[in-house]
């Protein structure tokens, strides 16, 4: 392989043409090959401002021996599904969050990508935001004594016009940034001690949860997310000492200098920290990864515990199974803004 990882995009989400698009363009590491749709004049329209190949049909990008890679923002229904499917094509994957709509789907896409011996990486954007490694330097140097608590909340005004009707979950759309944001700073292998979900009127899974997690030394999580709510985005990091407040955590623009709050016992202050391309440097981090050939497996680990997490939080909030309403169809909301 050459120094940059030939990318194909499968699918023309929104979340593609707004930010993804852009980001693999921008991103030295990464050669933007090819976009395919269903619709060869979407795929056309999407690709036109990169000079990029326009493809109609996902089989036909996969089949392509001059693609190394691919970015899949498809509905969230099909993520599974298509990401095994490409990495039995022998092409590496970027997938939208979530990866999985389960543990199960978790499982069989991690055991793909260990067999042919390929990266599947989660694209969760704010992970790679330099904001939330200065967070965990804050942390480690005890500016707010011992972590006793982590509270995440991500909601939002509606679903998307476009997905009006669609049966959506705002556990896998939304409850999944304050469950990672959860892991990072709590750790792995929490334990959920409660849990709810709203379950939609009609033709829906859940519009609305929370949950109430335990790591084994003793750090506690409270999330909370959905839509029909006002614009929240933000954690919070409560210590012994004090406290540290992020807010527009998860869909932070390239352009906003993030503002962390610190209040400690000498009083509050504000640090301004950078602003970064959280979308570019995803881009970057797959493509690095890919190059080297090494760290896959870390990040089969990573989906393994999110769709765990996800499962024992939908577990313990319908312990009889599935909500009132559930069906099998869902459609991404694709946030990040």
């Given at each position: 392989?050459?120094?940059t990882?030939?990318?194909?995009?499968?699918?023309?989400?929104?979340i593609?043409?707004?930010r993804?698009?852009?980001?693999?363009?921008?991103?030295?590491?990464?050669?933007?090959?090819?976009?395919a749709?269903?619709?060869?004049?979407?795929?056309?329209?999407?690709a036109?401002?990169?000079?990029?190949?326009?493809?109609?049909?996902?089989e036909?990008?996969?089949?392509?021996?001059?693609?190394?890679?691919?970015?899949?923002?498809?509905?969230?229904?099909?993520?599974?599904?298509?990401?095994?499917?490409a990495l039995?094509?022998?092409?590496?994957?970027?997938?939208?969050k979530?990866?999985?709509?389960?543990?199960?789907?978790?499982?069989?896409?991690v055991?793909?990508?260990?067999?042919?011996?390929?990266?599947?990486m989660?694209?969760?954007?704010?992970?790679?935001?330099?904001?939330?490694a200065?967070?965990?330097?804050?942390?480690?140097?005890g500016?707010?004594?011992?972590?006793?608590?982590?509270?995440?909340e991500?909601?939002?005004?509606?679903?998307p016009?476009?997905?009006?009707?669609?049966?959506?979950?705002?556990?896998?759309?939304?409850?999944?940034?304050?469950?990672?944001?959860?892991?990072?700073?709590?750790?792995?292998?929490?334990?959920?001690?409660?849990?709810?979900?709203?379950?939609?009127?009609?033709?829906?899974?859940?519009v609305?949860?929370?949950?109430?997690?335990?790591?084994?030394?003793?750090?506690?999580?409270?999330?909370?997310?959905?839509?029909?709510?006002?614009?929240?985005?933000?954690?919070?990091?409560?210590?012994?000492?004090?406290?540290?407040?992020?807010?527009?955590?998860?869909?932070?623009?390239?352009?906003?200098?993030?503002?962390?709050l610190l209040?400690?016992?000498?009083g509050?202050?504000?640090l301004?920290l950078?602003a970064e391309?959280?979308?570019?440097?995803t881009?970057?981090?797959f493509?690095r990864?890919?190059?080297?050939?090494?760290?896959?497996?870390?990040?089969?680990e990573?989906?393994?515990?999110?769709?765990?997490?996800?499962d024992?939080?939908?577990r313990?909030?319908?312990?009889?199974?599935?909500?009132?309403?559930?069906?099998?169809?869902?459609?991404?909301l694709q946030?990040?803004?």
């Open positions: 392989m050459s120094g990882v030939r990318v194909g995009v499968l699918g023309c989400a929104d593609a043409r707004r993804m698009l852009p980001a693999l363009a921008a991103q030295p590491l990464v050669d933007l090959a090819a976009v749709s269903r619709d060869l004049a979407k795929a056309c329209s999407y036109a401002p990169y000079g990029c190949a326009a493809i109609q049909g996902y036909q990008l996969l089949a392509r021996p001059d693609i190394d890679a691919v970015y899949i923002p498809v509905p969230t229904a099909m993520h599974a599904e298509w990401t095994i499917r039995d094509a022998g092409k590496h994957v970027l997938c939208e979530p990866c999985a709509t389960g543990a199960e789907e978790a499982a069989r896409v055991a793909a990508a260990r067999r042919q011996g390929l990266l599947v989660e694209s969760f954007m704010f992970l790679h935001h330099g904001q939330h200065r967070v965990r330097e804050l942390l480690r140097d500016v707010i004594g011992e972590l006793r608590e982590v509270s995440a991500f909601g939002i005004p509606a679903p016009p476009a997905a009006a009707g669609a049966a959506l979950s705002s556990l896998l759309e939304t409850g999944v940034y304050p469950l990672r944001a959860a892991r990072l700073f709590a750790g792995d292998r929490l334990e959920v001690l409660g849990a709810a979900l709203t379950p939609a009127p009609a033709g829906g899974r859940d609305a949860g929370g949950a109430l997690l335990r790591s084994a030394a003793g750090v506690t999580a409270r999330v909370s997310f959905g839509w029909e709510r006002a614009y929240r985005c933000s954690y919070e990091l409560w210590g012994s000492a004090g406290r540290l407040l992020l807010d527009r955590a998860f869909t932070t623009p390239d352009d906003l200098a993030p503002v962390l209040e400690d016992r000498d509050t202050r504000e301004t950078s391309a959280q979308f570019v440097n881009a970057g981090a493509a990864t890919v190059l080297r050939g090494t760290g896959f497996d870390a990040h089969a990573d989906i393994l515990a999110q769709a765990a997490l996800v024992a939080v939908r313990t909030a319908f312990p009889a199974g599935s909500p009132p309403n559930a069906t099998e169809d869902g459609c991404p946030l990040e803004t």
